[in-house]
């Protein structure tokens, strides 16, 4: 069920990364309607790479919205390839790569 979306785009020496991530991100504490815990299931660590050079790492938890979305700037030029991973407490992984324009 989870996708990513990615635009790059360069300007003044450096790339506008924006990524909208759909995923549930259910944190194991909400309770569906017939009053079970909804498992936890949610994104860990975002990991962003600039021609196969780390660019960026984040850690999350379990409090940020379903869908979520992150920018990032970092230095960089057009035609430099953007890598971006996700990793999910279930170790699920899901990835994307662009060339920036």
């Known amino acids: 069920m989870a996708k990513i979306k990615l635009k790059a785009k360069s300007r003044a ?7 909208l991530i759909k995923h549930p991100m259910e944190s194991g504490n909400r309770k569906d309607k017939s009053g079970k815990i909804v498992p936890a299931n949610h994104i860990t660590n975002l990991i962003l790479k600039k021609n196969n050079r780390l ?9 940020i ?16 390839e953007i890598r971006f991973e996700s990793i ?4 699920k992984t899901l990835q994307i790569s662009k060339v920036s324009k």
């Open 88 to 91: 999910d407490n279930l170790g």
């Open 55 to 63: 660019a960026a790492k984040a850690t999350i938890g379990g409090s």
């Open 65 to 80: 919205s379903e869908n979520p979305f992150f920018q990032f700037k970092i230095p960089g030029v057009k035609g430099d």
């Open 13 to 19: 020496g450096f790339i506008t990364v924006r990524v």
